[in-house]
């Protein structure tokens, strides 16, 4: 089946935060939410750009102050957040950094797993309160083809390491820390009984801000000859997270990208998820890990969400390693 932006179904009366909002990938993604009606709410970590890209998209849009490669300025977003909002009904981690200037994250940790994964990680936990008892609320994290890159070996020691700069196996390893997370959400949202569900999806390739990077030297004529002929453009490159966001056929644990060419272009359909992204003695490792290195604990006990509607699910569920 097709699914295009003509597909998401009126988003009146919703409010969506979206990470790194402001540019690429996250900027079609909160166009198109703020095109159906959603307040959305732009979590920046340049609020000049946000401010820029609000006005482009119009509609009912704020701006945040968001740095995720500092524990301190998510803390600050979510409190600011939720003194802004009681609800939430969308959650979109999609902001990245590919093979960026900096070494390690404020906190001191290699700056892939910091920005794209514990940022997210500890962002989603400080807004969970304002999700968790809103039916039809959902959290979209934003991965990549590249998780299958990555290895699960995640530690304390790994987690600050200052190797990863122009590493693929760092930036990949950040990506399938977001599929896990992901995973390891909706195992956690359900046995609350929650009424938020947690979806992946990836992009495919396209040509945004994220390939600016310092790209190691070899790989930089495969990647610029991957994008000449396999990159999508980045509102194209948003559906699969629109479709997880906003289409309830699709189900908490499900994982969406496009379908054609190896998953790098296309319609959003499943994706195929890499073995050990399903491990899930490793997604259960790599959520306690977060928790002990962000100091975020996720209140997620039956007790905690009483008296939750869960949102219909039309579709089996996708395989979860569960
Ligand atoms: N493009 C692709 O081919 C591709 C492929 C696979 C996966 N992805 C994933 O898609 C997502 C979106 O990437 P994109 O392609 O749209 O890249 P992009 O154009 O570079 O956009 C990335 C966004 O993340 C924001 N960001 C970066 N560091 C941040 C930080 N420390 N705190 C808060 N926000 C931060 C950027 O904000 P600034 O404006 O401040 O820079 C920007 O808005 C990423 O998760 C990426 O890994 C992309």
């Known amino acids: 089946m097709d699914w295009s932006t003509a597909d998401v179904p009126d988003q009146s009366g919703r409010t969506a935060l979206v990470t790194g909002g402001s540019g690429g990938i996250g900027l079609e993604t909160a166009r198109t939410l703020a095109a159906r009606g959603a307040h959305v709410v732009l979590a920046c970590r340049n609020v000049e750009r946000g401010l820029a890209a609000a006005a482009r998209i119009g509609g009912r849009t ?4 968001l740095d995720l490669a500092s524990l301190d300025s998510v ?7 939720r003194g802004r909002h009681q609800r939430l009904d969308l959650l979109v981690n999609n902001a990245g950094v590919m093979f960026p200037p900096f070494r390690r994250t404020e906190d001191g940790f290699e700056a892939h797993f910091g920005v794209n994964h514990l940022g997210h990680f500890a962002l989603t936990g400080l807004l969970l309160d304002l999700m968790r008892h809103v039916p039809g609320s959902r959290v979209v994290t934003v991965t990549s083809l590249a998780h299958r890159a990555g290895t699960a070996g995640f530690d304390d020691g790994q987690a600050r390491s200052t190797s990863g700069r122009r590493s693929v196996t760092a930036y990949g390893r950040s990506k399938l820390a977001n599929l896990m997370f992901a995973r390891e959400l909706q195992h956690r949202l359900a046995g609350a009984g929650a009424a938020t569900v947690s979806l992946a ?28 002929w396999l990159a999508q453009p980045p509102e194209q490159a948003a559906l699969p997270s629109l479709r997880a966001a906003t289409d309830y056929l699709v189900p908490g644990g499900a994982y969406l990208g496009p379908h054609a060419l190896f998953e790098s272009r296309g319609k959003p359909m499943p994706a195929r998820s890499s073995r050990v992204s399903l491990d899930v003695s490793a ?20 007790a905690d969400t009483p008296a939750c509607t869960p949102e219909p699910a039309a579709r089996p569920p996708q395989a979860t390693g569960r």
């Open 75 to 81: 803390r600050q977003a979510a409190a600011e957040i």
């Open 201 to 228: 999806a990836h992009p495919g390739l396209s040509a945004t801000g994220l390939w600016h990077g310092d790209a190691p030297a070899l790989l930089r004529p495969v990647a610029g000859a991957a994008l000449r």
């Open 283 to 302: 997604q259960v490792r790599l959520w306690e890990l977060s928790q002990d290195l962000t100091g975020v604990r996720y209140r997620l006990t039956p």
């Open 62 to 65: 704020e701006v945040v102050r």
